[in-house]
């Protein structure tokens, strides 16, 4: 079934040699230009790849080209307007001379291969790292197959479970048919779950019809990063017995990946040797839903290079030279930097976030000398980005004595009703609270928008549902720039807020109500965040400090990849 032509010849870089961690993911934010992520998951793809070019650790990422991409968000009336945002993915990446079939349903599909390498931009062992773009977009497909890798998160449940065989079957095809020896499968979420069910037939099985389970569980490490059931993937037998075929005939494969139905994350579960949940919370929440699997805790964290702003970058370079390849060093933030130079690099990355923010409706209303709330992440029900709006009057009751502003942006995915809805509010409470709190929204959030709005608010608010924020990153970038979080303990920020050192927490630490949570955002503004802000200059430089050396330090991705090396992939 496997067809490889030709061979890699001597033109094309040589993926063959050392045995390599095979890393798939749905998404990967490899740059902002390059539009195949949608938010926090493909970020952690991203980071984890740069972190690993920086640490020379021998992975390969694997992932569809997305085309069209996630998509480009317009406002139109307060409204969100999704449009296809096409790449060319010539211009950064080279076509790898393979390509492998996978049958789907009645048509083999042809799967070719774009190679993205993930350069080391410094450090004592960088090496670069391959990431291969999976595209159906060939002449040799039935038109219908074309599009397959065109829109990430696109389309139907029977899309999705295409876009999925070509990721996972397709994704192992390919790095057979480049040479690629790969020492461990790395699922990056359940959608690369159907990688078992190839290993399982090509692999598992010692002559006869029985799987051989226990080799293909030897091979591979499962990330979840879904702590609630109903977020996992999951598809009717229906759907999925005619689209796999004879991979997914036999009744002891159909056990592995559920009796109803087709669960990526059960099939994920029970064929792979090493689990973990992407914060310590989220490993207990997983080990609850599904008993009886071993699930440990690594806690995400994000690329200190990539999220610091170059103000920061600077004063780092100078104060913890190697900041970049140990940020651990970090740590030593708060004792040797002076509070005028903290105040200047964080006035700087202010001064770029006003000055993008001049050209948006309701920008021109900002003021240097105010504290700017920012949020930003996908738009979506279980974030709850209409917490802070609970009640409009109260927030400028707060703003007539302790002023303040606010910023926001996300996308909503173009199906989540909510989430669309939450963008109209938004767009809706910026009118009414005109005058009394400027409220900016910036169209198109993307990983150049985030770098300027982490850097660039000096509050950075997260009001998740407990416990559904599995762990959160853009609050550990603001932290990396001295940008303290208000934040819902929930996800990380269980592990990273010391409170009035790090930042702040809203409410307790099992779920409450909307209108508690509420209130307890608006008593900590009003009666810690702001007033610290406005009369203590030097309190507050204290917490910038707190959130860069005892946030900072530890919340990166060279730490979080360190550990995958030692626990999971040396395993
Ligand atoms: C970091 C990042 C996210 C993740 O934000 P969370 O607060 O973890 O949800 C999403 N989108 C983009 C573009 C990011 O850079």
Redesign the pocket.
């Known amino acids: 079934m496997t067809t490889a032509t030709p061979a890699p010849t001597s033109a094309f870089p040589d993926l063959t040699g050392e045995p390599r961690i095979a890393y798939f993911s749905m998404e990967i934010?490899l740059r902002s230009e390059i539009p195949t992520?949608s938010?926090?998951l493909g970020?952690l793809a991203g980071d984890t790849m740069r972190s690993s070019a920086d640490l020379g650790l021998p992975l390969i990422g694997v992932t569809l080209v997305s085309r069209a991409g996630y998509f480009r968000q317009q406002i139109v009336d307060g409204r969100q307007v999704e449009q296809p945002q096409w790449w060319e993915p010539l211009q950064w990446a080279q076509q790898m001379p393979a390509k492998v079939a996978v049958q789907i349903g009645e048509r083999p599909v042809w799967v070719a291969a774009w190679l993205y390498t993930v350069e080391s931009g410094f450090g004592p062992c960088g090496r670069p790292v391959p990431v291969l773009l999976l595209d159906t977009d060939v002449p040799e497909n039935h038109p219908d197959d074309r599009t397959i890798t065109h829109q990430l998160y696109g389309g139907d449940q029977a899309y999705r479970l295409k876009q999925e065989m070509v990721l996972g079957i397709g994704g192992v095809r390919m790095l057979r048919a480049l040479g690629v020896t790969v020492r461990k499968f790395h699922l990056n979420e359940g959608h690369a779950a159907l990688l078992t069910l190839e290993l399982l037939a090509t692999q598992g099985r010692r002559g006869g019809p029985q799987v051989d389970t226990a080799a293909v569980r030897r091979r591979c490490v499962f990330t979840t990063h879904t702590p609630v059931e109903a977020g996992h993937d999951r598809f009717s037998h229906e759907l999925a017995g005619p689209m796999l075929g004879g991979l997914f005939a036999s009744p002891a494969v159909r056990q592995l990946g559920g009796e109803g139905e087709l669960n990526m994350t059960l099939l994920a579960l029970n064929l792979s040797e090493w689990v973990n949940g992407v914060a310590r919370r989220h490993a207990e929440v997983s080990r609850r839903m599904f008993p009886g699997y071993d699930v440990q805790a690594i806690t995400n964290g994000?690329h200190a290079r990539t999220w610091t702003a170059e103000s920061f970058a600077r004063l780092f370079d100078t104060h913890v030279p190697g900041w970049g390849h140990e940020p651990e060093t970090l740590v030593q933030v708060a004792d040797r930097l002076s509070d005028a130079e903290v105040t200047a690099a964080h006035r700087e990355a202010k001064a770029a976030l006003l000055e993008h923010l001049r050209g948006l409706p309701g920008g021109a209303a900002f003021d240097p000398a105010w504290p700017i709330l920012g949020y930003?992440?996908?738009m979506t029900p279980y974030?709850r980005p209409e917490l802070l709006f609970t009640d409009l009057q109260r927030l400028k009751d707060i703003a007539t004595r302790l002023p303040f502003q606010i910023v926001v942006a996300g996308k909503a995915h173009p199906r989540d009703d909510g989430g669309r809805r939450a963008i109209e509010m938004l767009h809706g409470w910026a009118s009414e609270l005109q005058g009394a709190v400027p409220l900016v929204f910036v169209p198109d959030?993307?990983?150049d928008?985030?770098r300027r709005l982490v850097s660039g608010a000096d509050v950075w608010l997260?009001t998740p549902r407990r416990p559904l924020e599995a762990?959160?990153?853009?609050?550990m970038?603001a932290a990396l720039n001295g940008v303290p979080n208000l934040s819902v303990p929930d996800g990380w920020w269980l592990e990273g807020c010391i409170e009035g050192v790090t930042g702040w927490s809203i409410g307790g630490d099992t779920d409450a109500d909307n209108d508690g949570d509420a209130r307890a955002l608006y008593d900590k503004l009003e009666q810690q965040v702001l007033p610290l802000f406005h009369r203590d200059p030097a309190g507050w430089c204290a917490v910038m400090k707190g959130a860069i050396s005892r946030n900072g330090y530890h919340f990166n991705s060279h730490r979080m990849m360190r550990r995958y090396a030692v626990e999971a992939y040396l395993r």
């Not at 762990?471 to 609050?475: A, C, L």
Request: charged share 20%; glycine share 18%; no cysteine.
């Open positions: 934010a992520y938010g926090g970020v994000v930003a992440r996908r974030k959030y993307n990983m928008v985030a997260n762990s959160g990153t853009s609050g970038k």
